[in-house]
């Protein structure tokens, strides 16, 4: 199955993954320990999905939150 968000990801390397659940601390142990090996493209993908400038996602995530709270 793949889930929606996967498809931004479409042909770059930006997430580290964890296919067994055996190999889920290693993997969260090499990802903390050698972050430049994990998601060399991260920052790319973050350029696709995240609106700009990113100094004011913060604000907008706080806007958007309490418009759907205060409704």
């Not at 296919?19 to 993908?45: T, V, Y």
Request: some cysteine; charged content about 25%.
């Amino acid at each position: 199955m793949l889930f929606q968000h996967f498809m931004s990801m479409n042909h770059i390397d930006a997430v580290g993954w964890i296919n067994d659940k055996n190999d889920f601390l290693p993997k969260i142990q090499e990802a903390l320990s050698h972050p430049e090996k994990i998601g060399n493209d991260r920052l790319q993908w973050m350029e696709r999905i995240v609106k700009y400038p990113l100094k004011d996602n913060s604000k907008n995530l706080v806007k958007e939150i309490s418009q759907c709270i205060f409704v």
